[in-house]
């Protein structure tokens, strides 16, 4: 029987989804292994050969682990909320939810098809309610919870309602908003319900507050920084301005310093790490108030090098700082505005971005020098951000390279500050500006510096040492449909959470998925959509960050009704041992999953302060793009006649881009390219030998470029074992490759071949029971480690290149032997598990029971050489070789050599004058 892929792989895929092959259980005795890949977004377009690469390696290590002995979990979902069904439904007025499932149906077909060990029972998605029930649940518990300082650590709101009632606000220890009030004991007794709930808000983990968004008019809704790109939103490209909004954000700063420290404790790619450290932005330096010239208020900044005060010569606030409005003055007001108006037309990203442009306005007023007592005007500039420190900056342009530009630009001093170590040596060396000499530091060394000034600051109250993140608070509204509800309801203009026995909250039905007529969310178009009939629920979702921010918990749990997953199942999984997933994720999903269990494990839900062991980056699989060649004529107007690549320099051409599935090896599938599109119907080729021979160029796969290949028609032409070893071979997982059709045809040999080692001249399978020969199990074993140590470094790609020479080995030797076959079999099939299951059977073994047997024990006895292939040279000619002993000594060996009928043959009755013999090396006879 000839090896009929399709036929093994339906049979084997509906084998496993009937018996369930990969179900585990949350016991075992063995020990556990959690494999995780980043689940995927269900789009319509479905997956191309680059979506699977991570899978696939996650799921060779997941069956390799198997058998070793563990109980895998390998689980697969969907992150099912998010913009691009909303876009869709907008556009066709369908329901989000109808255009998911279809899309849902279409990749777990395609996923069925290449075939993975997923233990589909546990499949979620975040948009069942019975899922988001518990995104629901875990926001509730953060609006419940502050963060003590003192503990380092989440507690309930109720035991700081303790505090006040017992204490007060002073001297609490806790991360908060800058406005909190003092008072006492006796004074938050006599506050309002109303005025308590406010001041509670500004230490909930989940709350409310006015922040600066990334909001698309076009898309009426929030978009996230990597939502954005160049002033446009990254879907539809609409634009995209800074607005101040209401919105619901997570105190993700309080765990900055644990988010920091956690690095250190997890085996993750040192760039991706290195992206963490930097997002988060931990500086140690000070914090500094310069009154303002009137005395009605003070600007405070923060520094890291307070040893550079006295070179301020201005101060630069945030476009969105709230003191800009006040303090702006009429005469400098229609600029202040107009600079405010275009400003809202960058995204932070490219205010940060940009480096060497400076802009600015002045608000006509001053501030006092806290040491100096001197003027220092106050501007305005885009490069200062609000979210970031407190939205100011003390403006040092002999220290500071963006400060420099900014008084050269603006024609403001630039102060040279003398006797203090560690200035910039390029600020050193400018001669421009005023030269000062402060008595209170000079001749002190940098760190003496900053500890005297940071001392005369505190003795003044006017600064203090301060440690400072540069990451950001997240927001967690979006002004979109299709998300999480979010479990609030409005009393009194305050929010409220429902009871926990109401969740799941459900999304309610709407006529539009747009905003309302008086520019509300999507939500706000629900009929009869109140709590208990009377109050306003929050109209915003939560962001697509939300459920997937907990979603390995899920899986260890998937079906449980009264808990996100039970404490059982939580112990024993406790995290995931390996994740893969894109690097695209590190300042995203993979801090913010990092905050969540983090605050799970505070509250007590959850054992492990890191979600990740061991996080691996795929690398992306490039599109190789073919290109045609049209003539141009001699208006340079294209023509319907196309020239074959080696013979286009004989015309003027202009290159496109043609479907890589009408391409093979390079070659141009001319019928099919004529069919393709209705311009081409009549084309005309200049060929080279007979054949029309494309251009090609790496580039992204995508549509627009047409080399998006499906792994369908891979799988229907070559099968899905071909498709999974070639996707393995194709480079280090860890790096981006181009997809070259062109070499599959080879791995598809390779496993016809290995399909022959089991069968006759006839096609019949046959194997036999004889004792392996000792060059059989060298064979043998040398795979068998060489496999089981790829796997163990993720290096898959070397693994199918020995495979290819194993089978060379044993076709050559005319193996057909059990003992080393069946072992084979095994060693295989983590990459190609189908046609190893259908041998696995043929051999005689119990149907399904390949994927839980044991991994073949490595004997390295084996691979020791006991003989070896002596090179026997005439006169330095090497004429032929003999096996001899390793054991034979050096007369041993000229005596055999000599004995040899060949070698009496080339010696043609002479006698050597001398045998020359280097052990394990070489002989050579002189005649």
């Not at 029987?1 to 005795?29: C, G, H, L």
């Not at 502050?146 to 001297?171: C, H, M, P, R």
């Not at 600064?463 to 967690?476: H, L, Q, S, T």
């Not at 983090?598 to 599109?623: R, S």
Request: contains cysteine; proline residues 4%; negative net charge.
């Amino acid at each position: 029987m000839d090896y009929q892929f399709k036929t093994i792989e339906k049979k084997w895929q509906q084998f496993w989804a009937s018996n369930q092959t990969f179900k585990v259980n949350n016991t075992s005795d063995k020990p556990k292994y959690y494999v995780l890949d980043m689940f995927p977004y269900p789009s319509g377009a479905g997956l191309h050969v680059g979506h699977p690469l991570g899978y696939i390696a996650s799921d060779v290590f997941s069956r390799y682990k198997r058998l070793r002995g563990y109980n895998v979990l390998h689980p697969m979902g969907y992150d099912s909320f998010g913009l691009p069904a909303e876009q869709y439904a907008i556009q066709t007025g369908q329901h989000p939810a109808i255009t998911t499932e279809t899309n849902i149906k279409r990749y777990r077909e395609q996923l069925d098809n290449i075939g993975f060990s997923f233990d589909w029972s546990r499949e979620i998605r975040t948009s069942d309610p019975s899922y988001y029930k518990w995104t629901q649940w875990i926001f509730m518990q953060l609006f419940n919870s502050f963060y003590n300082t003192d503990s380092d650590k989440a507690e309930s709101v109720d035991q700081l309602i303790w505090i006040f009632e017992t204490k007060g606000s002073k001297g609490i220890e806790a991360v908060c908003d800058e406005d909190v009030l003092e008072f006492t004991a006796e004074e938050w007794h006599h506050f309002s319900e109303e005025q308590k709930e406010t001041e509670l808000l500004k230490y909930r983990l989940a709350y409310l507050r006015e922040s600066t968004v990334n909001w698309c008019p076009a898309l009426g809704t929030v978009l996230a920084n990597d939502e954005v790109k160049d002033g446009v939103s990254e879907r539809g490209g609409y634009p995209v301005i800074q607005k101040k909004m209401m919105q619901w954000s997570m105190r993700i700063t309080a765990y900055a310093e644990r988010l920091l420290q956690g690095l250190d404790t997890v085996d993750w790619p040192e760039p991706l790490v290195e992206m963490q450290r930097n997002w988060i932005g931990k500086s140690i330096g000070a914090s500094v108030k310069f009154a303002l010239a009137d005395g009605s208020d003070s600007i405070e900044v923060f520094t890291t090098r307070v040893d550079t005060i006295y070179g301020v010569s201005f101060l630069v606030l945030a476009p969105e700082h709230d003191l800009v409005p006040i303090i702006t003055t009429n005469v400098q007001r229609a600029q202040v505005e107009n600079y405010i108006e275009q400003t809202k037309k960058k995204s932070e990203r490219d205010r940060m971005a940009d480096t060497k442009t400076v802009t600015g306005a002045f608000t006509g007023s001053y501030a006092m020098h806290p040491l100096t007592g001197k003027q220092v005007p106050i501007w305005i500039a885009d490069y200062v951000l609000a979210g970031y420190g407190t939205g100011a900056v003390m403006a040092v342009p002999s220290g500071d390279q963006r400060d420099y530009l900014f008084a050269k630009q603006f024609h403001l001093p630039i102060i040279k500050i003398l006797d203090i170590q560690e200035i910039d040596e390029e600020a050193d060396s400018r001669k421009e500006g005023v030269y000062i000499n402060s008595e209170l530091i000079n001749g002190l060394s940098y760190q003496e510096a900053v500890s005297k000034l940071v001392s005369v600051l505190e003795e003044r109250g006017i600064g203090k040492a301060k440690v400072n993140y540069r990451m950001r608070d997240a927001i967690f509204g979006r002004q979109r449909y299709w998300g999480e509800p979010v479990p609030v309801y409005f009393k009194d203009g305050l929010p409220k959470l429902i009871k926990e026995n109401e969740l799941p909250l459900l999304l309610p039905e709407v006529d539009k998925y747009l905003p309302t007529e008086s520019g509300e969310p999507p939500l706000g178009r629900a009929t009869n959509w109140k709590y208990q009939g009377g109050y306003e629920y929050e109209l915003s979702t939560m962001p697509g960050w939300a459920g997937s921010s907990w979603y390995w918990y899920r899986y260890m749990d998937s079906h449980n009704s009264e808990a996100f997953a039970s404490k059982e199942a939580i112990d024993y999984w406790q995290a995931v041992d390996l994740y893969i997933g894109g690097s695209e994720h590190a300042t995203g999903h993979l801090l913010y999953s990092r905050f969540w269990n983090k605050f799970l494990k505070d509250i007590g839900k959850v054992k492990e302060e890191e979600p990740f062991k061991k996080l691996i980056n795929q690398g992306m699989i490039q599109g190789r793009s073919n290109f045609v060649y049209r003539v141009l004529d001699e208006h340079g107007a294209g023509t319907n006649t196309f020239v074959s690549l080696g013979l286009k320099d004989q015309y003027k051409t202009t290159a496109l881009h043609v479907d890589v599935n009408i391409v093979n090896n390079d070659i141009l599938h001319l019928e099919k390219f004529r069919l393709s599109r209705p311009e081409y119907a009549e084309a005309k080729f200049i060929l080279e030998d007979g054949k029309y021979v494309c251009g090609h160029e790496v580039e992204k796969m995508s549509k627009s470029k047409f080399n998006v290949v499906n792994p369908d028609d891979i799988i229907e032409q070559y099968g899905a074992d071909t498709l999974r070893m070639y996707e393995m071979f194709l480079g280090p997982l860890e790096q981006s490759k181009p997809w070259n059709t062109n070499g599959i045809e080879g791995v598809h040999k390779f496993l016809r071949k290995f399909w022959r080692l089991f069968h006759d001249a006839s096609s019949n399978f046959s194997v036999s029971d004889e004792i392996p020969t000792k060059a059989e199990l060298k064979s043998l074993h040398k795979i068998i480690r060489k496999v089981e140590d790829d796997i163990e470094r993720f290096s898959f790609n070397t693994s199918v290149s020995s495979f290819m020479i194993c089978v060379n080995e044993l076709t050559d030797l005319r193996c057909n032997k059990r003992a080393i076959l069946q072992d084979l079999v095994i060693v295989l099939s983590p990459y190609a598990p189908h046609i190893c299951e259908e041998l696995w059977v043929l051999l005689g073994n119990e149907p399904g029971s390949l994927s839980y047997t044991s991994y073949p024990v490595f004997n390295p006895d084996y691979l020791i050489e006991d003989e070896f292939e002596y090179p026997i040279s005439f006169n330095g000619k090497m004429r032929l070789k003999l096996n001899l002993s390793l054991s034979l000594e050096g007369i041993e060996i000229e005596q055999a050599v000599l004995a040899n009928e060949d070698v009496q043959r080339y010696l043609d009755g002479k006698t050597p004058k001398k045998v020359i013999v280097v052990k394990g090396k070489i002989v050579n006879i002189v005649v």
